[in-house]
């Protein structure tokens, strides 16, 4: 009898809305379809160091599909870090090799982002077999048109910024809100736009303050009750007058900075960790799903080295080595931004007409 296939499953990195979904797609159709073992390292890399994990059947990988968070949950721990810890005998990357040949694994799957994709290459470098699903609500993962877990958190964010135009009405405010997505300004953008932002700040548009002093006072003249402010975290924020690293957020220090700039009464929201809680939907659990089954398929194939991607609406798969080390950022040119501005939003860089 042929011994069966054996892997490994885990998810690294911030969470985000489907990777139970993920976690399913990968498990069900690796049992299921290819009648391979499936074993899930708990909290990322972490387990796979510590040889801890608890294995998967079709039981465990069902009802988790709409779950949000990860039913292996996850960390920050990055093996490749702080290599030469004198205490340890064996490192951290030599642990998990210890880990994948002790359990007899044929492959592993990594579900993160950009870290996980680097990650994963190392190990694939180091002679492991590694497949990737990418996942995060900041959509940065280089070689995806998207990653699940970024439909959900612009459906909150932009849920988010629907509320604060009524209250923005009511009051005749200026409502900043700070929106997630790291150094790349995609969910900033997508929900930004979603939700009628009347002035959206990304990482990668360089604002000038005195551009959103304009626009708005040129706003409130032209009779507009409200104003909204849709800022990324990842934007630069200036130093202090002694050199020194503001403590506030991107939202705070702009929502400030309006306030004094145009007398304009402003008020702040900051997002945060909501973005990243409860279920996934409907459009994620699809690319989710889809992500990790390609997964499964590439491991059955013996495609190894590769990250599952979604690319012109098909499933493809794409080498780790090209993932590994980028990030995707938003382009200036980027049609959505074109689309906005002919709409009169302002990027903080230029004010449409002049
Ligand atoms: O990558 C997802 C993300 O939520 C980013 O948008 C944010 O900058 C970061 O994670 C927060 O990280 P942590 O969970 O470590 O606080």
Redesign the pocket.
Known sequence: MTEKIKIGILTA??DCPGLNAAIRGVGKSAIIEYGMKVYGFLNGFSGLIENEYKVLDENSLSGILTLGGTILGTS?EKPFKALTDEDQILSKPEKIQQTYKELGLNCLVCIG?NGTMKTAYKLSEMGLNVVGVPK???NDVWGTDFSFGFDSAVNIATEAIDRLHTTANSHKRTMVVEV???NAGWLTLYSGIAGGGDVILIPEIKYDKRVIKKYLLNRQKSGKPYSIIVVA?GIDIPLKKDGTKRKSSAGTYISRMIQELTGLETRETILGYIQ?GGTPSPGDRIIATGLGEHAARLIHEKKYGFMSAYENTKIVSISLKDVAGKTKTVPEDHSLIKMARSLGTCFGDSLEGE
Request: glycine letters at 34%; a neutral charge; aromatic letters at 0%.
């Open positions: 990195g911030g920050r982002g995060t609500i900041d997630m997505g790291h975290e990243r």
